[in-house]
């Protein structure tokens, strides 16, 4: 059974860098093909994608937020971790992580999401 | 950016009634598209892979049709449990893009 689940700060002030962690079970980041992803929903929007790694260590940004995310991985412990610069108050969102699936795209298991606000 | 565009934006069914929701891609994403439930304070759950695929566990009243820029997902006869909000994404190619969601409502 594979889950994931997010952590991180509830609140950052504008202008600090959010850094969120992803730890998964039920499957290996170094297996062929199989990526995590990490998307967001600000409150009553729709969801975007914001990065996704993959078991080589590839990586693809959102271009709209390229210049303000890394994203990386730790085999050993299991855990993705999304670093975001220069936080606004339009960042607020609930922050997901995914599995992305040997398979082409497929999004199988999502953790529960970690809601992010951003606030002085 | 290849943009997804879903309609209508909300629906109102019964149960039992058929529900269809359109989803229109801005160019050719052959079969490379999802669909995902989403509930309030939930995240999204996989419903449908590469246009038409069920996913494991989910009940066959769900389908999936389309192929290039015109996708449909359909509920046969939905359930109380299906009442949420529905969204398309196309991964044909980066960015991974999401349609704006259609609400189900009773």
């Known amino acids: 059974q594979i889950t994931l689940k997010e952590s991180g700060p509830t609140l950052v002030k504008p202008t600090q860098t959010l850094t969120l962690t992803c730890t998964f079970s039920?499957?290996?980041?170094?297996?062929?093909?199989?990526?995590v992803g990490w998307f967001r929903q600000p409150p009553g929007k729709a969801l975007e994608w914001l990065a996704v790694i993959y078991w080589d260590d590839a990586k693809t940004y959102s271009p709209s937020l390229k210049s303000r995310l890394t994203i990386t991985k730790d085999t050993s412990k299991s855990q993705v971790v999304l670093t975001m610069t220069n936080m606004d108050p339009v960042d607020t969102a609930t922050y997901y992580c995914?599995?992305?699936?040997?398979?082409?795209?497929?999004?199988?298991?999502w953790g529960q999401g970690t809601l992010v606000a951003v606030s002085s | 950016d290849i943009q997804m565009t879903q309609s209508p934006s909300t629906l109102s069914a019964s149960v039992g009634d058929r529900v269809t929701i359109t989803c229109r891609a801005s160019q050719s994403i052959s079969n490379w598209l999802a669909w995902y439930q989403q509930k309030p304070g939930k995240a999204p759950k996989l419903l449908i892979y590469k246009a038409s695929s069920l996913e494991s566990g989910v009940p066959s009243r769900f389908s999936g049709s389309g192929a290039g820029t015109e996708f449909t997902l359909t509920i046969s006869s939905p359930q109380p449990d299906d009442f949420a909000t529905y969204y398309c994404q196309q991964y044909d190619s980066y960015p991974w893009t999401f349609g704006q969601g259609t609400k189900v409502e009773i």
């Open positions: 995914a599995h992305k699936a040997a398979a082409p795209g497929i999004l199988d298991s």
């Open positions: 039920g499957f290996s980041l170094s297996t062929r093909a199989v990526g």
